[in-house]
């Protein structure tokens, strides 16, 4: 009985490690297939995520145009004529609260949950006499519809109002500004117009 006994439990033994490898390789072989599963599951969460930022930038990027419809504005540094006056973007601040606030101490801060934009318009004067392009063009904020801005009264760097006439043929640059609500204007068009007149043009910003 003793060798009986032996050779049972030696038999149950075999019994148990084979029962063990054949567990193991049972595991390895579920482990394979969760790896390779989750491998192609990653892949291809990686690849559909490509595709969706892919189409959100192709979504988000602006369209040029000639500048004369909110959805074809003129490209950054195109020029457009104006009346007597041809018109481009120069440098443009999206959030130019800090930059106007250090300018000039007596400056004041927008209001709370709104922001300074700083325009750089780069014009020319094409009459024969001599002109002020801060007197005779007007501007506003186009972001899907006209954004609600303000124009408290602040000191500029290099500020529009100072350049004062223009000779005809000759050429200035200067800031302008809008109080606008807080946010991302980094598709948004600064329109142009002359002040007294009816024509208006989409400038992008950027």
Not at 103 to 118: K, T, V
């Amino acid at each position: 009985m003793a060798r009986i006994d032996g050779t049972i439990a030696e038999t149950k033994k075999l019994l148990a490690v084979g029962g063990i490898g054949l567990f193991a390789a049972m595991g390895l072989a579920a482990c394979g297939g969760s790896e390779d599963g989750e491998d192609g599951g990653s892949d291809a969460s990686t690849s559909a995520s490509a595709v969706e930022e892919e189409t959100a930038a192709e979504d988000a990027a602006v369209s040029y145009g000639d500048g004369t419809a909110p959805d074809a504005p003129l490209e950054p540094g195109a020029s457009v004529e104006i009346a007597d006056w041809s018109v481009s973007v120069g440098e443009v601040v999206l959030d130019a609260t800090d930059q106007i606030l250090d300018h000039d101490s007596f400056n004041e801060a927008p209001e709370a949950g709104r922001q300074y934009i700083m325009i750089e318009l780069v014009t020319t004067y094409n009459g024969a006499d001599a002109s002020d392009p801060y007197l005779d063009l007007d501007w506003d904020l186009w972001d899907g519809t006209l954004v609600d801005h303000t124009e408290p009264i602040v000191l500029l760097p290099n500020d529009l109002m100072d350049v004062r006439d223009v000779a005809g043929g000759e050429s200035a640059s200067g800031n302008i500004f809008l109080e606008v609500p807080e946010g991302d204007y980094s598709t948004a068009s600064v329109v142009i117009g002359e002040m007294l007149g009816d024509d208006e043009f989409y400038l992008a910003l950027g």
